[in-house]
């Protein structure tokens, strides 16, 4: 992925960590000449897992801190395969669109079928009321790469009015 990225001039803004799949990412993208800005908690760097060879390595004192500078930084969120930092990170991207608090794309890799079962869950909100179908689609399902770049390159805002409809409340 992080070679995909590099060579579609496309960096990489994520938690700055050397371990682990993202670490692997940033490394696919350095080796191709990419740009990786990480942004590290004082607290993981103190444990030495930051990422050492970076384009940039940003320390911040809080999650809320390094949440917001990755917020920033990002044109879009791509989610990987993860746990539940991941979902953390993907839920609160996606509850701000839905808010109207940015237009970013978020593209949901679902590789392998990882995160089928959310996808169904997803289904699940809006057949039950819980969730607008509008809002469902604010997130790009993908089960290979090879569709991300047209998706990223295509992309255009979906506007949602409202994330509940009257009679949902």
Not at 60 to 66: A, L, N, Y
Request: hydrophobic share 40%; with cysteine; proline share 2%.
């Amino acid at each position: 992925m992080g070679e995909i990225l590099a060579k579609h001039q496309m960096g990489i803004v994520y938690g700055g960590a050397s371990v682990g799949l993202m670490g692997a990412v940033a490394n696919g993208c350095l080796e191709n000449h990419g740009k990786v800005i990480g942004v590290i908690p004082t607290f993981l760097k103190r444990k030495e897992i930051e990422h050492l060879g970076l384009s940039e390595l940003i320390q911040v004192e809080s999650m809320h801190e390094r949440k917001q500078i990755m917020f920033e930084r990002s044109d879009a969120f791509l989610v990987l395969p993860g746990g539940f930092g991941t979902m953390e990170e993907f839920f609160e991207v996606v509850t701000w669109s839905q808010l109207g608090l940015h237009n970013k794309p978020i593209v949901l890799l679902n590789w392998n079928g990882f995160y089928d079962s959310l996808v169904q869950m997803f289904h699940t909100m809006v057949d039950s009321g819980f969730l607008k179908k509008e809002n469902m689609d604010l997130v790009i399902v993908l089960r290979e790469t090879e569709d991300l770049l047209t998706h990223l390159q295509n992309y255009s805002p979906s506007k949602t009015e409202k994330w509940l409809s009257e009679d949902t409340i």
